[in-house]
């Protein structure tokens, strides 16, 4: 079972940003330590028992069985864990650079995405939805910066709830939420899981 921990925060000034995010990730990442496995540590601790892999993936150095993975964005943070390796990323939709797409998109997903370009609101957040896919895909593996966004695709059938990922990469699953209408999480696993995810919101 996958279960993440969810909390939002009040705008803070440019310059706050990263540390509170940052703070507020390793609060429930330690809040999910002690629920779920009985794990006690606290905040100014957690880092001094996390280690990284060799492409920076953390990790618990003492309980390796325990995979969690941390994203944030403006005004949202998210900690997710499972019993096997997962990459999670959140994003809030807004507008973004059009050089972006080259970089980011397939072909296909280019032209998937152009079927939304009179409405700019639908443009951007089908945008956001395949950008979390890939790089939930990237934090899964492990893989960082070393995996070009382009050497996967995604075909997204908005129709049904939740969403159904159709991935160019086989062996993997994945499952998307729209959370507070403009905020896009995108899980990845290496297996398939027989229940959605479990959300746990941090007031």
């Given at each position: ?25 390793r ?10 496995y ?83 609101w ?31 695709g ?50």
């Amino acid at each position: 079972m996958v279960t993440i921990y969810l909390k939002t925060y009040d705008p803070c000034p440019p310059g706050e940003k990263y540390n509170t995010e940052h703070n507020l990730g390793r609060s429930l990442l330690v809040k999910g330590l002690y629920e779920l496995y009985h794990i006690s540590t606290d905040t100014d601790a957690i880092d001094t028992r996390l280690e990284k892999t060799r492409r920076g993936k953390p990790f618990l150095k003492d309980y390796p069985h325990i995979h969690f993975n941390i994203s944030h964005c403006s005004g949202m943070v998210a900690c997710g864990f499972s019993s096997g390796p997962l990459g999670l990323d959140l994003e809030k939709v807004k507008d973004f650079k059009p050089a972006i797409l080259r970089k980011a998109l397939t072909r296909k997903e280019a032209q998937d995405l152009n079927q939304f370009k009179s409405d700019p609101w639908q443009y951007n957040e089908y945008f956001f939805r395949l950008w979390t896919l890939k790089e939930s895909l990237i934090k899964q593996s492990g893989a960082g910066l070393s995996m070009p966004l382009t050497d996967v695709g995604f075909k997204l059938d908005l129709s049904q709830e939740p969403v159904k990922i159709h991935c160019s990469r086989p062996g993997l699953y994945f499952y998307q939420q729209l959370i507070l209408k403009d905020y896009i999480l995108s899980l990845c696993l290496e297996h398939h899981e027989d229940r959605p995810p479990v959300f746990v919101v941090d007031h």
